[in-house]
Structures are given as structure tokens and as C-alpha cells.
């Protein structure tokens, strides 16, 4: 079975900290993602990476950033959190653009 | 820009039930149709639709694509309470290029009382 892990469930954080959230998958997937979900506004792409150290910005990227070097692992980074990021985050993989996408279990960010 | 809208937003059945969930998008060009079910965590992988007309049936679950009135249906029949999720919709772009992300609707809401 495809494993997506994300580094925590929960995470309280202070505004104007940096935030490291991390994914890691095992399926030697190319391509990863960084979602994040709001009630009633869905699931947005904040970035993503289709190849180790190649990234690009998806629907929301302003104040994120991203890092993956190693294929295996794509991490978000908030440079200094705000409350408006406070929401779930998801992480995703895939093998290729063909096949649909395994999501990670989520980070709760509370950013207060 | 490409649009995935979903409808209703939400919906409250009692179990025994049987709904219809719609899924319309304006995406130029794509691969393929991709359903997936959300509880209380990560949405998880229902089914991925490429061929228009052909349904695809897991127990109780089933779906159908319309390539070219651009619409996707899914339908739960006898509805339990475990059905109670987000269903979300997302066409699959096409192989190639830089055009690797999935534009997922907002989901329907489903709820099934006892």
C-alpha cells in the first residue's frame, strides 16, 4: 500500500514563527503536492513539485514556501505564520499525471 | 482558468436512501475523472473515470462521465451512516507538460441520519 506520512497531526504555533510542516511517501512517487482546506472554500494547491528540487507555485502560494530534496520528501514552509494560515494541511503524492493522488492524513496548523 | 463545481454543497438523507451527487467542470482538456471520499481526515480514492458512458460500480458506490457534457455523476444507493463523508470531484490533467495539478471541486457534504 502507498504510505503518505505527515510529521504531525496537530500543531499550535505563534504568529510570526516559521512553521516546517513535512510529508514523506514511499512509492518513489515523482510528483507531490501541498493542499490546504477551509471550510467552504475546498481544497487549494498551495505548491507543487514534479521532480527533487523542482517546484511550482499552485493556486495560493503567497507566504509558503517549499523545499524537496529528496524524492521521497517535500516539505511546506511558512516563513512567519499568520492566523489566516491556520487550517488543515494535506499532502499528496503520485507516480505520474496518469493516476490519481494519495493523500497524507493531514496537519491541523492553529496559528494563534 | 478551469472550473470543477459541485452540487448540491450539501445534502441530508436518511439511511436506506439513495443519492445522486453531480459534478460539472469546464476543463479544457483532460485524462481522466477522479472521485474521492473524505471523512474526518485525508480524502481517500473512490474512483477514476476515463471513458465517457462506461459506468464504474464498487458495492454500492457507482459512477458515470460525460466527456462531452462535461459532467460526472456519483450515486450511493441504501445509504448508511458510514457514507456520511465529503465527496469530492477533480478532473486528472493530461500526461505532459508542466500541467501536473488536480482542480478538486468543493465537495458535497453528504450526511445520512439513522
Known amino acids: 500500500d502507498v504510505k503518505v506520512t505527515q510529521s504531525s497531526r496537530y500543531l499550535v504555533k505563534r504568529t510570526g514563527e516559521k512553521v516546517f510542516l513535512e510529508c514523506v511517501q514511499d512509492?518513489?512517487?515523482?510528483?507531490m503536492f501541498w493542499y490546504r482546506q477551509d471550510p467552504g472554500l475546498g481544497l487549494r494547491l498551495i505548491y507543487f513539485?514534479?521532480?527533487?528540487?523542482?517546484?511550482e507555485k499552485g493556486d495560493i502560494p503567497e507566504g509558503y514556501s517549499v523545499s524537496r530534496e529528496k524524492k521521497e520528501r517535500f516539505s511546506l514552509i511558512l516563513e512567519s505564520a499568520s492566523t489566516n494560515q491556520t487550517s488543515m494541511y494535506l499532502c499528496a503524492s503520485r507516480p505520474e499525471a496518469i493516476y490519481e493522488q494519495y493523500f497524507g492524513p493531514g496537519t491541523r496548523l492553529t496559528v494563534t | 482558468e478551469d472550473k470543477v463545481v459541485q452540487s448540491p454543497l450539501s445534502l441530508v438523507v436518511h439511511e436506506g436512501d439513495t443519492v445522486t451527487l453531480n459534478c460539472s467542470y469546464e476543463?479544457?482538456?483532460?485524462?481522466?475523472l477522479l472521485w474521492y471520499k473524505q471523512e474526518k481526515k485525508a480524502p481517500t480514492f473512490l474512483f477514476m473515470l476515463?471513458?465517457?458512458?462506461i459506468e464504474k460500480k464498487s458495492g454500492r458506490l457507482s459512477s458515470i462521465l460525460d466527456k462531452k457534457e462535461l459532467f460526472s455523476i456519483l450515486n450511493i444507493t441504501a445509504t448508511q451512516t458510514g457514507d456520511s463523508a465529503v465527496y469530492l470531484c477533480a478532473p486528472n490533467p493530461p500526461r505532459g507538460g508542466s500541467n501536473y495539478k488536480l482542480t478538486f471541486g468543493k465537495g458535497t457534504l453528504l450526511t445520512v441520519n439513522p
Open positions: 512509492m518513489d512517487h515523482e510528483n
Open positions: 476515463t471513458s465517457s458512458g
Open positions: 476543463v479544457t482538456n483532460f485524462r481522466s
Open positions: 513539485s514534479y521532480d527533487v528540487k523542482m517546484k
